[in-house]
C-alpha cells in the first residue's frame, strides 16, 4: 500500500445461514462502530449476511408461488431490526443475500423496518439477474441440461452471480444492497471492489479478497463454531461464540478476528479449517469473480487476541461461465422412528426392521438403530443412578423410504406406527413425517446469457 490507498475495510459477518443465530449482529456492530471511532478518516464498514443454501433458494420460491410478497428470508425482521438504526446512524452499509427468491419484497420491507424505526429513508439498491425460473430461461436451460429436463417439475433455478452489481450498487450510493443468489464470497469483493476501486480483471486481488469473504462466509464457524472438540480442540465459551470480522487493505490482504466480548476463538486452526472449507481444489477455487489460488497461502497468528493474517492468495481470470443450480420436485421421503429398551433392545429393534423390509416391499428402506441414552437417562443425559446397566441396552430404529407417489411413502408411517401392538416387545415413542423432497440439477451457462443489474429502490417504495 502507499499513502494514497483508502484506508483498511472493515466487514462484519453477522449469519452464515438461514436459520442462524438472531442475535449476532448487535455484538458485530457494537464492534465496527467502535473501531470506525478510533480508527483513520476515510475507514468505511459493512455488515454482511449470508443466508442462502442450495434448498433455501427452492423453499424460498415455494413460499412465494402461495403469496407474492414472501420468498425472502424469514428471519429478516428478526436480523436486521435490532441493529438497522445503529448501522444507518454510524454509516455501516449493509449488504446480503437475503432477498432469496424476492429480493425486491425484501427491499421494500426493510424500507418499512427504517420507517417504523424512526430511521431516515435508506438508500437501498435490489440485485437482480440470478433467477432463472421463469418460462423465457426455460430454452436455455433445455439445452444446457438436455434429457435431465424431461417431465421435470422445476421449482427453481438460480444462477450464482458475482460482485460486480454489489459494486456499482455501492458506487451509486447504496446504503443497502440486496440480492438473491449471488456467489457467497462476492458478499465481500463487492464492498471491497467499491472501497478501493478495483478493476474487474485485477485477479490478485479480488482473489485475496474472495478469500477473506470466503472465512466471513459462514458466520461463527471461523470463531469455533463447528470447529470445536473437547480435549482436541477446546474453545472457550462456545456458548456465546462471536462472529467473524475482517479488516481488508488495499491489496486485498486481510486479517480475521471476531466481535469483541464474546466468546470462541479465532486461531490459526480455525482459519485453517474454514479457509480449506468446501475448497475442491486449492489452487483453483472457482467463484463467478476470480479463480482464487491458495496453494501458496500462510496464515499467520499476530499480536494479541483472536487475530490471524492471511497473505500469499493468487488470482487467475474468472471462469467465462456461471453455475446454475436447478431445483425440482423429487416425490416425498417417509420417516419412522421407535423406541427399545432394557435386555436384548437391539435384537428386538433389528426384528422390527426386519418385519418394515418385509411388510413394505418395493420400498427401498434406509435403516438407523441409534443407540444412545434417549430413554435409560435423565434430561442432562446421564444414566439414572437406580438403573442397573448390566446387559441393558438403548436402541431408536430409524427406517426411512423416498417414493415419488405419495401414497406409497405413507405406508411407511402407518407399519412403523402398527409396531405398538404388532411388532417386538417394548416397542415406543413412534414419530412419522411426511416431507416432499426437493433434488437438484447442476449446470453452466454463458456469462452473457445471463444479464445481471442492479435497481435503487423507488422513492415511492421507500415512503
Known sequence: ????????????????????????????????IARLASGPKGQRAFLIFETLAERTL??????????????YEPLLDDMLRPVLARCLAHGIRIVSNFGAANPRAAARHIARMARELGASAPRIAVVEGDDLSGPEHRALLNEALGAQMEGLRMVSANAYIGAEPIAAALDAGAQIVVCGRVADPSLTVGPAMSHFGWRADDWDRLGRATMAGHLLECGAQVCGGYFADPGYKNVPGLEAVGFPIAEIDADGRCTIGKA????GLVSEATVKEQLLYEVHDPAAYLTPDVVADIADAEVHALPGVDRVALSGVRGHARP??????????GG?????????????????????????????AGLALRVDLIGALSILG???GRAL????????????????????????????AREVMALYTCGPAGGGGVRTALTPRLNTLSC???REAVPVRFELLGEEARA
Open 1 to 32: 500500500m502507499n499513502s494514497i490507498d483508502p484506508p483498511t475495510l472493515l466487514i462484519g459477518c453477522a449469519a452464515g445461514f438461514s436459520g442462524d443465530r438472531t442475535d449476532a449482529a448487535g455484538p458485530v456492530v457494537d464492534t465496527l
Open 58 to 71: 427452492a423453499l424460498a420460491q415455494l413460499r412465494r408461488r402461495d403469496n407474492p410478497d414472501a420468498g
Open 260 to 263: 469483541d466480548g464474546t466468546g
Open 320 to 329: 467465462g461461465r456461471y453455475k446454475v443450480n436447478v431445483c425440482h420436485e
Open 332 to 360: 416425498w421421503l417417509a420417516e419412522g422412528e421407535i423406541s427399545y429398551a432394557g435386555p436384548r433392545a437391539e435384537a428386538r429393534a433389528r426384528l422390527a426392521a426386519d418385519v418394515l423390509r418385509k411388510r413394505l
Open 378 to 380: 435423565d434430561d442432562a
Open 385 to 412: 443412578a437406580d438403573t442397573p446397566d448390566a446387559g441393558l441396552r438403548d436402541v431408536r430404529l430409524r427406517v426411512a423410504a423416498t417414493h415419488a407417489d405419495r401414497a406409497q411413502a405413507e405406508r411407511l
Open 444 to 446: 453452466l451457462l454463458p
